[in-house]
């Protein structure tokens, strides 16, 4: 069966939940009808590693915090992510986000204003 991961809303209070189930129909249909919280996303989980996550030897950037846009249809949006390889600068940042993300279905080819926090 397929796993899905669900936000729910109650006043200022979101809950992420982890379940198992037939559909996304079923997973909307089971939180309707024992839940009082709102479900504002339901994702598929597409990837689960059966890795041991590594030791935190504090070995790494915090985070990361990129704008990226595509300036022909003038869009552009900030990625964030966490745990950056010490090893790697703004130019191969740059270079992953223009190879492996898009905004709405449209490829990146700008970036700009890249913090690492180191």
Known sequence: MPKYRVKLNIGSSTKT?????????????????LSVGLVTEILKVEYES????????????????????????????????HYLKPTKNEDDIIAACKAHLEIDGININSCYSCLVKS
């Open 17 to 33: 939940e982890h379940i198992e189930a037939k559909s996304v129909a079923s997973v909307l249909a089971f939180f309707e009808t």
């Open 50 to 81: 059966p890795a041991t996550p590594p030791i935190d030897d504090m070995n790494y950037h915090p985070y990361v915090k990129i704008y990226v846009a595509n300036k022909d249809s003038n869009v552009s949006r900030q990625v964030v992510f």
